[in-house]
């Protein structure tokens, strides 16, 4: 890199996640020299050094796979001594315990609270290979809060404006799909279109929730609750989009449907962006320097950015190797909606930005959104066969918009097919381990009122009764759409990760419309339940720092939420340069060679996982680069 420490390239992009390796891909193809700066470290010449990490994890969680490691000599890794540092799910604890989420020694995200920010992240391309794969579009209201309910903001661009996009990203990412499937609350295609790939089959589980909804109508006092235009009389169960193959796509293999999407695909079934990444450093034209964390974006005298500082490491706590600056005509921060702003707030150029970059309105940090993810799970009366699949292939997408929009949040339900596998703990391992030490961690192994207390079972009767619970095991998600809150938001913290740079600052809070919304996914939870006849094991810990409490229908209930990992809305998109860090094409209103990319630029957060749409958005701001900062 020192050798060309005065080359200037064409773009320079910060973050090689899904938005910079699909915004590097577009634009090696059209023959721009791009140089991406990666804070994480390369990715691994064989992906089965990420399995290996993965197998030999004690915690297996989002993050085991990948580096940095999770765990030090003491517990959690000081994320005062880490390079690039990211949470981790571990690091949501309750106060004074494990993982204390208050504790800056084993939280790298500071939280001020007062909730916790429960979603996490990785570093590099392969590390985002955590996700799940949902590929949903948004519903066009969701671009219109404003405007249909009064609520929020508009984006400055409507469904029609991303609709090829949609398809392009589809075709990119490889989605398995059916149109008819997906169009419904106004969502359309262009003419003729298909998903790359045919849908992936409903699960067995799937089908369960489908028949006990859907075999006899609803009455509408049992769904008037929901505050649709009109009480449905039939909730549709529909198939997932899915960045997942049903069939081989692209060199890579069809789906073999063992349930461990998250945190990792074992045979890349699942798409992940070092695919992308990988063809775009085959175009020739796109460099990777890893380890390398941009520490500043430089505003020249023009106002346009004239470099990216950054600062190289060689090991994961080990000292800083090198300091130095790329140069280039373009510019683009693909860092996430956490690290974007945090970038940004860092870069004060010797007070000439004492706000931090592209921050003349003062919204960057601000808004951060996530889609607090209320989860439920119960023991089915007839066997439902969990633990086949994909983690998920339906859900419950109709209820997603509607005119109570004008008074609570949305939401969307996920039906799980991997049976109580993270909501204990680690199933089957845990209600296994229950069975035979006579313990009653999962809750299947209540004391008996023989003197001998909980079961200890061997040999066939242990299979029979294992057999017996893992087969009836049912899991649900809400995903609930959060309020864009000025207040929610991304500061520098007094706390330095191992280079020096200030940490990320979270203040995080549900509103009382974001709340409404839950009470909502309760009713509805019990609707579900009761329909499917489940006996419901959902437990909320009493020291989880997520748990809060609400009256519903006369009684007192506690609700929590995990992290759904779908962090947005920190660099708002939008017409107006007052109210807003970006413009519809993702261009900085500040600095007109500078483009923020990914969900921090979401004005709201809807229902859909965000990852399409960021996709979509990505490959249509690359357009905009090619097409306007390179006219000749
Ligand atoms: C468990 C889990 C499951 C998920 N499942 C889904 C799903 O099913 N569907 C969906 O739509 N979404 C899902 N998501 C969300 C999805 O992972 C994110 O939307 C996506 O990763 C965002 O992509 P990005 O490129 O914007 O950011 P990232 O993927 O976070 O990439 C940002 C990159 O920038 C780098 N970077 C940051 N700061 C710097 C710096 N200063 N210098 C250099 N590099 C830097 C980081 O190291 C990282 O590599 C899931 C998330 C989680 C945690
Ligand atoms: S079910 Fe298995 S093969 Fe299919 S995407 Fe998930 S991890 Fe990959």
């Known amino acids: 890199m020192a050798a060309e420490a005065d080359k200037v390239w064409d773009v320079a992009i910060v973050g090689s996640g899904f ?36 197998y030999s994890a004690a915690a297996k969680v989002p993050e085991s796979p990948y580096t940095p490691e999770i765990f030090g000599p003491d517990g959690l890794s000081d994320p005062n001594i880490v390079n690039a540092g990211r949470p981790t799910v571990l690091s949501v604890g309750p106060k004074g315990g494990f993982g204390d989420w208050t504790d800056p020694k084993q939280a790298y995200l500071i939280q001020k609270g007062p909730r916790p920010f429960a979603s996490t992240y990785d570093r590099i391309a392969g590390g985002t290979s955590h996700w799940l ?34 398809g392009e990203a589809e075709a990119e990412l490889g989605v398995s799909g059916d149109v008819d499937e997906q169009t419904y609350l106004g969502v359309e295609f262009s003419p003729g279109y298909k998903y790359p790939m045919r849908k992936i089959p409903n699960s067995t589980t799937d089908q369960y929730v489908d028949k006990s909804l859907n075999t006899d109508p609803l009455a509408e006092d049992e769904t008037q609750f929901l505050g649709m235009r009109t009480p449905p009389t039939t909730i549709p169960v529909r198939g997932v989009p899915a960045a997942r193959n049903s069939e081989p796509y692209r060199n890579r293999r069809a789906c073999a449907g063992n349930t461990n999407c998250i945190p990792i695909c074992p045979i890349q079934a699942k798409y992940d962006p070092t695919i992308t990444l990988n063809d775009a450093r085959n175009t020739g034209f796109v460099k990777f320097a890893e380890r390398t964390v941009a520490s500043e974006v430089v505003v020249g005298q023009n106002g346009l950015i004239s470099e990216i500082k950054f600062i190289r490491y060689k090991t994961d706590t080990g000292q800083r190797s090198e300091s130095g600056s790329v140069k280039a005509r373009v510019y683009v921060i693909a860092a996430n909606a956490i690290e974007t702003p945090r970038l940004l707030l860092m870069s004060k150029n010797g007070g000439r930005t004492a706000r931090g970059v592209a921050n003349t309105s003062d919204m960057v940090g601000r808004n951060l959104m996530d889609h607090p993810y209320y989860v439920a799970w119960g023991m089915s009366p007839e066997q439902i066969y969990p633990y086949r699949g994909p983690l998920i292939t339906s859900g419950i997408g109709d209820l997603c918009d509607g005119p109570f929009r004008r008074e609570r949040a949305a939401f969307r339900v996920d039906i799980g097919n991997e049976g109580w596998n993270f909501v204990v703990g680690g199933d089957p391992n845990v209600t296994t381990l229950d069975f035979v030490n006579g313990l009653n961690r999962s809750g299947l192994n209540p004391r008996s009122n023989s003197p001998l207390g909980n079961e200890a079972l061997f040999g066939k009767q242990l299979a029979d009764r294992l057999n017996e619970k893992f087969t009836r095991q049912f899991r649900c998600g809400f995903l609930i759409e959060q309020t864009p809150d000025p207040d929610n938001r991304v500061t520098l913290a007094d706390f330095n990760d191992g280079l020096g740079l200030p940490r990320p600052q979270i203040s995080y809070n549900l509103s009382d419309y974001t709340r409404r919304g839950f009470i909502t996914a309760h009713r509805m939870k019990d609707l579900l339940f009761r329909k499917m006849r489940l006996t419901e094991f959902t437990r909320i810990d009493p020291d989880d720092p997520s748990r809060f409490e609400e009256e519903i229908d006369g009684k007192p209930v506690s609700l929590n939420y995990i992290g759904a990992g779908h962090v947005m809305g920190t660099c708002r998109m939008g017409d107006d340069p007052k109210q807003s860090v970006v413009d519809k094409f993702q261009r900085s209103h500040d600095h007109k060679n500078l483009y923020l990319v990914g969900s921090s630029t979401f004005p709201t957060g809807a229902t859909a996982n965000p990852t399409l749409t960021i996709a979509a958005l990505s490959l249509r701001t690359a357009k905009h680069i090619l097409d306007n900062d390179f006219r000749r």
């Open 19 to 54: 938005a910079g390796a699909l915004i590097a891909h577009e634009l090696g193809k059209g023959r721009k020299n791009v140089i991406i700066l990666e804070a994480g470290a390369g990715i691994p010449p064989n992906f089965n050094a990420y399995i290996r990490r993965f």
């Open 133 to 166: 794969g949902t590929c949903l579009r948004f519903v066009p209201n969701d671009f219109k809060m404003k405007s249909q309910y009064g609520q929020f903001a508009d984006w400055p661009i409507e469904y029609k404006d991303l609709n090829s996009w949609y």
